[in-house]
């Protein structure tokens, strides 16, 4: 294995501000950087912000490092990503003739080398495209699988679940990852460029290396005793035995050869032959150090569980909305039915209207409803019957929609409806518990100036995965499988989540994509695990009910409730005079640092894209145009 190269960049280290993160990648062509900001959302409102201009660079970024857009208005096509150099990745391939797929892959392979905690080839995700020619929306399912082997028991020993830190780090927690064939595919159903050319400019990237920036020390210091337990992963992220400086370049030789490889034998090289077998030589038998300070259990990954991958592509999940068509993710992911369904149960509601308390309300009490439905029905439907058409039917949102009451919260955890046989108000049933999914994840969203565009989502579940590095390939692998239920919720509980053989453990990715009188109008989306689906659900309602521009509805402060007694808050909403009012109501809320990362793109009437990215979270996203407008 080639050890990683560090150096330090020529800006030196520098402390990001108190209380506050910023990303402070160097690495970023200027020319695709020159857009104009918006000005950061002061409190939650109901009426939009005011718009500013942007100042520079942060205090506390390395010398010569650009800072990055939140906010990007032009023409030719757009993306929009949690990093610069992802972001060009995709700018690049737009202005090299490739169209949104060809972007997307780009951007998602550069993701590889500079968020590789959050997502990679040794990971999955789910795919929305709208097809500008065909007015059509499809859907990609790149989403990881369990073994062959695994049965309902996988993450239990002796009728016991097994403790969840531990099913993280091991081989029995990764699932066969569909990234490859997810990128292999896409191309060559919709896009204009091979696999090879989409590669070239994440080849590059991780043959040159990127500029490690705080949020990039800080992930690998928070990981760093359990990488210091796997070699490869060590020596990869811990030079010197400790994270790298802010300012230094992390260079990856070992990914941009595996990127190579794929290049020049397709993604069926991840599937068959040797790279499939250090694969699965490493899930079965985890590289871990002699003085490692962890029991790592193994995996029963197989050659055959690799050969017998298959992406689905599929109908998307569909509501409209205020007249508007919005597109999702289906199951095996939950994103696009929990989030349409909230938003049949929001329909009938004049959310722009209301005051910020009741808005507020309305929008959390939709959440808990559909969240109590999404553990009950949802699962992977080729493993069982997801009653998809009827949880997305306004029938069955009216009737849970009928249970919120505007001066009383409803007692979390609710139970479910039935979608089958929708009853006004009906109570009862034994709810089933949220799973817990891992906050990390990434999602780019891109357009081209054909009007085509993509919103994908794609992961290796925590932060860091599952902490082991295939040797010599340069990538994390998964940890997704402790995305199923580890155990049924109750004795007599349906769970359609629980383990079984060659099923993809339920997700709450939530790609999406609205349009207006068949064409593309919006698409974002956002990692976060359970918390994706509220993030682009509150996303939705601030910009389209409450008119906020779109930037200012990525940052306005969240919540995000998941049938669960407490609804997880950003300080800036504890802090304002909501809470009080909210909480006289019956919500009680738990504090979380920070919900999200969302990214999106919007046609505007004029025909440019704007592009928008998170201000703050996870030190800011990057957004860029092929040609700005100024």
């Not at 699962?379 to 919120?404: H, M, N, W, Y």
Request: a positive charge; glycine letters at 12%.
């Amino acid at each position: 294995m080639a050890a990683p190269s560090f150096r330090r960049g020529r800006g030196g280290g520098g402390a990001a501000p108190a209380g506050r993160t910023r990303r402070v990648r160097r690495r970023v062509c200027a020319g695709l950087a020159g857009v104009t900001a918006l000005a950061a959302v002061a409190a939650l409102t109901a009426a939009a912000p005011a718009r500013g201009s942007g100042s520079g660079p942060p205090a506390g970024t390395p010398a010569g490092a650009p800072a990055k857009s939140p906010v990007a208005t032009g023409y030719g096509g757009a993306v929009s990503s949690v990093d610069p150099d992802a972001s060009a990745a995709g700018i690049e391939t737009l202005r090299r003739g490739g169209n949104a797929v060809d972007a997307a892959v780009a951007t998602a392979a550069a993701l590889g080398v500079t968020e590789p905690y959050s997502a990679g080839v040794g990971g999955g995700g789910y795919l929305v495209y709208y097809d500008a020619r065909a007015h059509t929306v499809r859907t990609l399912d790149g989403r990881e699988t369990a073994p062959r082997s695994a049965g309902e028991d996988l993450l239990t020993e002796d009728g016991e679940p097994i403790p969840f830190a531990e099913a993280v780090t091991s081989g029995l927690g990764v699932g066969t990852p569909g990234t490859p064939a997810t990128w292999e595919r896409a191309l060559r159903m919709w896009g204009k460029q091979p696999l090879r050319q989409a590669l070239r400019p994440a080849t590059r990237l991780a043959r040159k290396g990127f500029t490690v920036d705080e949020t990039f020390r800080r992930q690998t210091a928070d990981n760093a005793e359990r990488f210091r337990d796997f070699p490869a992963t060590a020596e990869l992220f811990l030079p010197g035995g400790k994270p790298p400086a802010v300012g230094s370049t992390l260079k990856n030789p070992d990914l941009a050869r595996t990127y190579r490889e794929l290049a020049r034998k397709g993604a069926g090289a991840f599937y068959r032959g040797k790279l499939a077998r250090d694969v699965v030589r490493t899930v079965r038998k985890p590289p871990v150090a002699p003085d490692a300070g962890r029991t790592v259990r193994p995996g029963d990954m197989t050659t055959r569980d690799l050969r017998t991958y298959r992406t689905r592509v599929q109908a998307p999940s569909k509501v409209t909305y205020r007249g508007l068509d919005v597109y999702g993710m289906a199951p095996s992911s939950s994103g696009g039915t929990t989030v349409g369904e909230a938003l049949n149960i929001l329909e009938r509601s004049d959310l722009r209207g209301m005051g910020e308390k009741r808005y507020l309300h309305r929008y959390l009490e939709a959440s808990k409803l559909a969240f109590a439905d999404r553990g009950r029905w949802v699962g992977d439907p080729a493993r069982q019957d997801v009653p998809t058409k009827e949880l997305l039917s306004q029938r069955f949102a009216d009737a849970r929609a009928c249970l919120i009451d505007d001066g009383r919260a409803l007692t979390a955890p609710v139970a479910p409806g039935d979608p089958r046989h929708p009853e006004d108000c009906a109570r009862g049933g034994t709810p089933a518990p949220t799973t817990y999914e891992g906050p990390n994840t990434t999602h780019l969203t891109v357009a081209d100036k054909w009007g085509n565009v993509v919103a994908y989502t794609l992961t290796i579940e925590q932060t860091g995965g599952s902490g082991i590095t295939v040797p010599g390939r340069g990538f994390l692998l998964n940890n997704e499988l402790t995305d199923f239920s580890f155990t049924p919720a109750a004795p007599g509980v349906p769970d359609p989540n629980l383990p079984g053989p060659g099923k993809r453990p339920r997700s709450s990715m939530a790609p999406t994509i609205v349009l207006k009188d068949g064409a593309p109008r919006l698409a974002l989306g956002s990692p976060g695990g359970a918390t994706i689906i509220t993030t682009v659900l509150q996303t939705l309602t601030n910009h389209l009910d409450r008119g906020m521009p779109l930037v200012d509805a990525i940052a306005a402060p969240r919540a995000s409730q998941r049938n669960t007694e407490r609804t997880d808050a950003e300080p800036g909403l504890l802090d304002s005079p909501v809470r009080g009012r909210l909480e006289a109501l019956g919500h009680r809320f738990r504090e979380s640092g920070e919900i999200g990362a969302a990214t999106a793109v919007r046609r505007l009437d004029d025909g440019r894209w704007r592009a928008a990215a998170e201000r703050e979270r996870r030190g800011g996203g990057s957004a860029m145009v092929v040609r700005p407008a100024h």
